[in-house]
């Protein structure tokens, strides 16, 4: 996706995750979501901070100060769990202005901010185009990890995409990723990584709809609707974030 498009995609999928939250009622959010020990609650006061979190880069990227993402992950963490347990409505009213918070510095920042390299917590270098994308794997991620109906085939085809090239990017990237082959029964999709077979692993070739790679990849499921050739079994996706 080009710039434009990433950005109309990031402010779809807040929609999408709005017209979630917006139905929680108080007792809904004590509800364990897909990332233990997470709760709902846990997930809706990561999705507002994190966006906290994209503009501090995004000033980066506009005046050029090196500014962290997070000033520290215990710090992170201690944010996340402060507004965990807020009522519904807090949580929705954060989220919704948080990202339009975040959408505001995007559309503001001038054309040298787009090419000045920035550093998110995760340590590689990039630009602000793919601190958008990012934008866009969180919120398309959490949304299913809030357990409320929406799943990975809900997710929209070009940010299906964006998110898996963007996992499998940082995976070919590592010199720990075990040697696996992905391809995409619908989809023109064809990885390889790795270099170094593991145990239960040795050649393995794995291949699924888009949804169930990217369940897989992302770690929430455990294979579902993927099958693999060249090992006994699915095996344990690959660290990747």
């Not at 990031?10 to 139905?23: A, I, N």
């Not at 040298?112 to 793919?130: D, L, M, N, Q």
């Not at 994308?133 to 997710?155: C, K, N, S």
Request: proline fraction near 7%; hydrophobic fraction near 40%; charged fraction near 25%.
């Amino acid at each position: 996706m080009r710039r434009e498009e990433l950005c109309e995609a990031v402010e779809e999928s807040t929609r999408r995750l709005l017209t979630t939250v917006d139905r929680f009622t108080d007792n809904d959010l004590p509800h364990p979501s897909l990332v233990p020990p997470w709760t709902r609650g846990h997930v809706l006061s990561h999705l507002a901070r994190a966006a906290d979190s994209l503009r501090r880069l995004l000033h980066w990227a506009r005046t050029g100060e090196p500014t962290p993402q997070y000033a520290s992950m215990a710090a992170r963490a201690a944010e996340i769990e402060a507004g965990a347990g807020r009522s519904a409505p807090a949580l929705a009213a954060d989220i919704r202005a948080t990202a339009e918070h975040l959408r505001a510095d995007v559309r503001a920042l001038p054309p040298a901010g787009w090419r000045t390299p920035v550093r998110p917590r995760t340590g590689e270098w990039c630009t602000a185009e793919r601190l958008v994308g990012i934008r866009l794997r969180e919120l398309e991620v959490h949304h299913v990890d809030l357990d409320a109906g929406y799943t990975f085939a809900d997710v929209p085809g070009a940010a299906t995409d964006w998110i898996l090239h963007d996992i499998l990017t940082t995976l070919a990237a590592r010199d720990d990723t075990p040697a696996l082959r992905i391809t995409a029964a619908d989809a023109a999709l064809d990885a390889r990584l790795g270099r170094d077979a593991r145990p239960g692993m040795e050649g393995a070739e794995l291949s699924g709809t888009r949804a169930a790679l990217l369940g897989w990849l992302t770690g929430r499921t455990a294979g579902e609707g993927v099958t693999v050739a060249g090992a006994g079994r699915v095996p344990r996706a690959p660290y990747w974030i």
